[in-house]
């Protein structure tokens, strides 16, 4: 808007001018040393500093404050005041697009909440489907990807259960029970059944992963898979 001196009394609508006395103190307050009666400019930091001197030089000169001010491009077209402003954030798109913001946060913070502290994947060694060892043992080789999901360290013990495998018995490194934060790591196990016990053919078994933080059970995982026998022992 035109801007220039004037009294203070004086009638500067007649005179063609508008709010702005031009006394600079908006340029002088700047700590990047940008004119904001020019527009908006990339170096404004948004502290609001032109905003509390304008407004003090406006109460001094009984104007209404907000010459200088927080809107919108729209809103200085329509020449809307600050309460205009405002009141035209209850459109029902703002209320559309915050609501569907809301849901996402809401949905991230539940998910973040309700996420499992310890995850588990089976998977077969394709090498060798099943082999005999020492004579007396039918053995499937498997890897467990065990993925701890919490900042904090975590004990995992792992066991299997053939539902209609009898002496049923699981072997793997010890040291893979020490699971690291937010770490993921492969686990090679062996399960083993007797031969006497074990009927040719696919079986099904559950294979269980239970996790300890500071002596409470934070996790207990059950991963279904199958134990093959050959068919020619």
Not at 76 to 83: A, F, G, I, N
């Amino acid at each position: 808007e035109p801007r220039g001196s004037r009294g203070r009394k004086a009638d500067y609508r007649a005179a063609g001018l508008g709010d702005c006395v031009n006394c600079s103190i908006c340029v002088q307050v700047c700590p990047t040393g940008i004119d904001i009666r020019d527009g908006l400019q990339y170096e404004c930091i948004g502290c609001g500093a032109c905003i509390d001197a304008c407004n003090q030089v406006m109460d001094k000169m009984a104007y209404p404050r907000g010459l200088i001010r927080y809107t919108s491009e729209n809103a200085m077209r329509q020449s809307l005041s600050p309460e205009a402003a405002r009141r035209r954030l209850l459109r029902p798109r703002v209320l559309i697009y915050s609501t569907v913001w809301l849901a996402l946060v809401a949905g991230l913070a539940v998910s973040i909440a309700l996420r499992a502290p310890l995850k588990v994947d089976v998977l077969r060694d394709r090498g060798a489907l099943s082999r005999e060892v020492e004579g007396r043992w039918i053995e499937n080789v498997y890897r467990l990807q065990l993925i701890n999901t919490t900042e904090a360290p975590m004990q995992v013990r792992v066991q299997a259960n053939g539902h209609d495998l009898a002496g049923i018995s699981i072997e793997y490194d010890p040291t893979a029970e020490a699971l690291a934060p937010a770490s993921n790591r492969l686990v090679p196990v062996r399960i083993r059944v007797p031969i006497e016990a074990a009927q040719p053919g696919t079986h099904k078994i559950d294979i269980a992963v239970t996790a300890e933080q500071g002596g409470h059970q934070v996790a207990d995982v059950r991963q279904a898979t199958s134990f093959i026998v050959p068919r020619n022992l």
